[in-house]
């Protein structure tokens, strides 16, 4: 079981502190499955000191991509970095609160089939090399009707546009309570806004270690669909729900910092990025189409990938060009990041943010050459010129993206054995469904035609 520091002494007495505070009866440990998909186990706050000793059982053999039966045996040990108590739990002498938890074999060593610990491993290979990874991921997601029976209908929720006040932008009293939630439970928001699309929105937050910044993603992501839900609707990550308007994206922007300093800083340089920052922008280049099965790894993700809806899907990079697939934002300094624009937010963000980090940092320890920035419109060119400028594309569907998975060395070096192979069958298995299933597209124009 799980040995106790002397911090975490500290930690678990300010929480048992806040536990007799708030009155919280409940907690739930709370661990994804290999697809991102929030679980939790529900105990007594009684049983904390059980908890964070790491005692408390998970069957691993009902959890995708876990462990087979005869190996299922696993424990949760929660990081006492995410205590958080639930505010719409909390009522006169009650509430309830939640840990987010590695899951470890009954030695007690970290679970391979984890995907937080496959992201652990990443920030330890960063800090092998003195780095620590710094991620400020973007979420977008829908808002949509729900029925009587409080499943989702295609309906939007609202018809406002980019950053449209009321009244027109119905989700805005939903945002401001998604903002309030999320701030009780320790998030710094930026900014909250109506995106482009109808019924789209975005509440952006600030960015934190790579480890820190995939639990935000995870918890934000629970938080806007349970607020959501208290108002009648049915918040979705789906990257492309509605046919014809732009998609849901996860930008994720990522720097490593050295000594303090962000390593991607160079106040000599044109552009003021350092070497470092132009081999992971090199590295990403290399890597990319061997992991987008993993940053955008839906059958539905490759119908927001098309020109013409802001998602960018051709391998090029610019300081400031958005419709390359690689940004450099304008600030500089310590604000200096490098921007991957294809990820959407129905990955998982242990995985995402391992196998970007990862691929940056393949370039960095290789010293790869970053090409040209591309600062033309990339949406705009002949695809003679985008073969001229030897800009390549991104896979155009999951099969394809999977293939390039298993081609690739990225995948497998980045995650695992056990993730890997997983993940690939998973993959696999949803694009056969898709295949095979006959769809409303099919019927409605050959049903009655042939």
Wanted: a negative charge; proline letters at 4%.
């Amino acid at each position: 079981m799980a040995q106790i520091t002397l911090e975490q002494v500290g930690q678990v007495e300010q929480i048992q502190s806040t536990i007799k505070e708030k009155n919280v009866e409940l907690l739930h440990l709370q661990f994804v499955d290999i697809e991102g998909i929030l679980k939790n186990i529900t105990i007594t706050a009684d049983q904390l000191d059980d908890a964070v000793e790491g005692k408390i059982m998970l069957d691993g053999s009902s959890i995708k991509g876990f462990s087979p039966i005869n190996k299922s045996d696993c424990y949760l040990l929660p990081d006492l970095n995410t205590f958080a108590v639930m505010p719409w739990t909390e009522t006169d002498g009650y509430a309830e609160a939640r840990f987010l938890c590695s899951v470890t074999n009954t030695d007690g060593t970290l679970f391979e089939g984890d995907t937080r610990n496959v992201l652990k491993k990443t920030v330890a290979r960063a800090a092998e090399k003195g780095y620590t990874i710094s991620v400020g991921p973007e979420l977008e997601f829908f808002l949509f009707k729900t029925d009587e029976k409080g499943y989702p209908t295609t309906e939007l929720g609202d018809l406002g546009g980019y950053f449209e006040p009321s009244p027109k932008d119905l989700g805005e009293k939903v945002r401001v309570e998604i903002f309030k939630t999320l701030k009780a439970m320790g998030f710094t928001i930026e900014a909250l806004h109506h995106e482009v699309a109808e019924g789209q929105h975005e509440i952006s937050f600030k960015y934190a270690d790579a480890l820190g910044a995939a639990d935000l993603a995870i918890t934000y992501k629970w938080v806007v669909k349970t607020i959501a839900a208290q108002f009648g609707l049915h918040a979705s990550f789906m990257p492309k729900p509605v046919f014809g308007i732009n998609g849901s994206g996860m930008h994720v922007n990522m720097s490593f910092f050295k000594d303090g300093e962000n390593l991607f800083f160079d106040e000599s340089d044109e552009l003021q990025l350092s070497n470092e920052a132009y081999s992971f922008i090199a590295g990403l280049l290399e890597n990319m189409k061997g992991f987008v099965a993993i940053t955008n790894p839906l059958v539905n993700s490759y119908k927001r990938l098309v020109p013409g809806y802001e998602a960018p899907c051709y391998l090029a990079w610019s300081a400031s060009n958005r419709s390359a697939l690689i940004r450099i934002p304008a600030a500089r300094g310590m604000g200096t990041r490098v921007e991957l624009r294809c990820p959407d937010p129905s990955s998982n963000p242990y995985l995402t943010f391992a196998v970007i980090a990862s691929a940056g940092l393949d370039g960095v320890e290789k010293g790869l050459q970053a090409p040209a920035p591309i600062n033309e419109d990339i949406f705009d060119m002949t695809d003679a010129r985008r073969e001229e400028l030897g800009i390549d594309s991104l896979p155009a569907g999951l099969e394809a993206a999977v293939a390039e998975l298993e081609a690739g060395e990225i995948g497998l070096k980045t995650l695992g054995e056990h993730v890997f192979n997983e993940y690939v069958a998973a993959k696999k298995a949803e694009w056969d469904d898709y295949r095979t299933t006959v769809h409303a597209w099919e019927l409605k124009n050959y049903q009655y035609k042939f």
